[in-house]
């Protein structure tokens, strides 16, 4: 059955490469995505949708559907201050998620980040984890937390921790096994197609997923397109 995906931060890298794979999968119908100002081009299956994130009532009539991606995330350098970032990592995936849980939608997927702890002593950690803490007490039938290492992919803006934590990991690549693998760098792209995978075939409850379990979800993904071609349009 044909679904409707809400996706809340499709602009960013990973939230651009999860529009553009739902919209070429025929297992969703509709494709909504929440956006401040018009930014994105028409294309068959997409509804853009203006809110305003502080509009609680405009928001209920936009979180209809079937799954929500939360994709959205900012720096602290970006942001201008640590108010605004939690703003941003905190309240908005947080107030979407109530509201949303409140309109009877069935899945909640959230990119969280490799190292999120509520109890973190580190500003940006704490904040993912008490993002993830929040939500999950919202007790989704299906909630996903997707926590990647460094994301790799052609950004609009470029972000010096990132490209540098790129380096060092691809620098101890093979290094990095066992329990140390999850923090390989992951193609944005493969954390997408992680979450569609999730949302179409994970059964329900609460689950996270750290770098090497969303490439092997992403892998599945891949192998179901080649083994369903009709299925990507």
């Given at each position: 059955?044909?679904?409707t995906?809400?996706v ?8 651009s ?7 070429h ?25 203006i ?13 209809t559907?079937?799954?929500v ?29 109530t509201i949303?849980?409140?309109?009877g ?7 969280s ?7 973190s ?6 904040t993912?984890?008490?993002?993830e803490n929040?939500?999950?007490a919202?007790?989704?039938p299906?909630?996903?937390?997707f926590?990647?290492?460094i994301?790799v992919?052609?950004?609009?803006e ?11 990991t691809?620098l101890?690549?093979f290094?990095?096994l066992?329990?140390w693998?999850?923090?390989?760098a ?5 954390v ?12 329900n409850g609460?689950?996270?997923?750290e770098?090497?379990?969303?490439k ?7 192998e ?5 071609p009709?299925?990507?349009?």
């Amino acid at each position: 059955m044909s679904q409707t995906a809400v996706v809340i931060g499709a602009t960013g890298l990973t939230g651009s490469n999860l529009v553009t794979l739902l919209l070429h999968d025929d297992r969703f119908s509709k494709v909504k995505v929440l956006l401040r100002t018009p930014s994105l081009k028409q294309r068959p299956g997409l509804e853009p949708v203006i809110v305003d994130f502080n509009d609680e009532e405009g928001l209920a009539q936009a979180l209809t559907g079937d799954a929500v991606f939360c994709c959205i995330g900012t720096t602290i350098r970006q942001a201008g201050s640590q108010e605004q970032f939690r703003e941003v990592d905190f309240g908005i995936p947080v107030r979407c998620a109530t509201i949303a849980r409140r309109q009877g939608v069935k899945q909640f997927l959230l990119m969280s980040s490799i190292g999120a702890n509520a109890a973190s002593k580190t500003f940006y950690l704490r904040t993912k984890g008490e993002t993830e803490n929040a939500i999950m007490a919202l007790a989704f039938p299906g909630y996903h937390i997707f926590r990647p290492s460094i994301l790799v992919g052609a950004r609009k803006e470029f972000r010096f921790g990132e490209w540098f934590g790129y380096i060092l990991t691809s620098l101890f690549f093979f290094f990095l096994l066992g329990k140390w693998k999850k923090y390989r760098a992951i193609k944005a792209e493969n954390v997408a197609r992680g979450m569609i995978y999730a949302a179409t075939n994970t059964p329900n409850g609460a689950h996270i997923y750290e770098s090497d379990k969303i490439k092997e979800m992403a892998n599945w993904e891949k192998e179901r397109i080649i083994r369903n071609p009709h299925q990507a349009q």
